[in-house]
Antibody, heavy 117, light 109 residues
Framework: EVQLVESGGGLVQPGGSLRLSCAAS????????MSWVRQAPGKGLEWVAN????????YYVDSVKGRFTISRDNAKNSLYLQMNSLRAEDTALYYC??????????WGQGTLVTVSS | QSALTQPPSASGSPGQSVTISCTGT?????????VSWYQQHPGKAPKLMIY???KRPSGVPDRFSGSKSGNTASLTVSGLQAEDEADYYC?????????FGTGTKVTVL
């Protein structure tokens, strides 16, 4: 069974940092594009970033460029999102998802990031 | 990029059909055949329903169908069932980035 489990969310002050993790199982992680997608409370979905299977190419939504870094460890079947200089508007449920044919399937259950003083 | 435009709500009685539109631009929906649709029930993660405009993943009922004309994509749910009541989001590739729709709440009357 394909499974994605996110962790690392929590409460952080504006300007702070957080590192999210996503543990993958049930598929060939090292051969898959992977993404982070977020959803602010009561709002819609927003693509955040994605990364090529070998980690050589990474893409970001403009609002997080220079602050967030997506990375992966294929030996550990894990995806990461390092988030720095966090802002209130980054408050959201962050999902990791396997990416193929420019769509996302499946999705993890999400990890909540709250940026507040 | 701006979000794709979807109607806030749609509804239908059991057995009826409902169609949700998703309007973008020539830089996203109109420029690529990479439109996908997601179903999200309250408190749950999104689920892929349609990809590449009209393809259904394994396990998705054939009551769900997708199409595209110009800068507008559409999702049709035929033979509405109670479990189809959910939020639906479209998404499109936009050339190294992605944009989602504003979301549509489907109510089964």
């Amino acid at each position: 069974e394909v499974q994605l489990v996110e962790s690392g969310g929590g409460l952080v002050q504006p300007g702070g940092s957080l590192r999210l993790s996503c543990a993958a199982s049930g598929f060939t992680f090292s051969g898959s594009w992977m993404s982070w997608v977020r959803q602010a409370p009561g709002k819609g979905l927003e693509w955040v970033a994605n990364i090529k299977p070998d980690g050589s190419d990474k893409y970001y939504v403009d609002s997080v460029k220079g602050r967030f870094t997506i990375s992966r460890d294929n030996a550990k079947n894990s995806l990461y999102l390092q988030m720095n200089s966090l802002r209130a508007e980054d408050t959201a449920l962050y999902y990791c998802a396997r990416t193929y044919s420019h769509c996302w399937d499946p999705w993890g259950q999400g990890t909540l990031v709250t940026v507040s003083s | 990029q701006s979000a794709l435009t979807q109607p806030p709500s749609a509804s239908g009685s059991p057995g009826q059909s409902v169609t949700i539109s998703c309007t973008g631009t020539s830089s996203d929906v109109g420029g690529y055949n990479y439109v996908s649709w997601y179903q999200q029930h309250p408190g749950k993660a999104p689920k892929l329903m349609i990809y590449e405009v009209s393809k259904r993943p394994s396990g998705v009922p054939d009551r769900f169908s997708g199409s595209k004309s110009g800068n507008t994509a559409s999702l049709t749910v035929s033979g509405l069932q109670a479990e189809d009541e959910a939020d639906y989001y479209c998404s499109s590739y936009a050339g190294s980035t992605y944009v989602f729709g504003t979301g549509t709440k489907v109510t089964v009357l």
